[in-house]
């Protein structure tokens, strides 16, 4: 696996910045995917599941986008299908 997602050319991080304030994204890098509170893991789990969006990105960052999104969810309490 890859150690850094690559910007994206169509996102501002500072959108996500400040539609969702400092808060831990499962995209770090382009402050997308919010998984701060169960409703934002559950969202983030599906939003990346959607193919426009997985398409994005190469399959290594969905995978650490992915592996971020089920931490948070564990440290959240939250159940995620894997399918």
Known sequence: ???KIHHRADVNPERGEHEYGDVEFADPVNKKYPIDTPG???AAWSYIHHEDNAAKYTADEVKQIESRIRKAA???G???SED
Request: hydrophobic fraction near 35%; avoid cysteine.
């Open 40 to 42: 934002h893991v559950r």
């Open 74 to 76: 564990k440290r959240h």
């Open 78 to 80: 939250v159940e995620i």
């Open 1 to 3: 696996m890859s150690e």
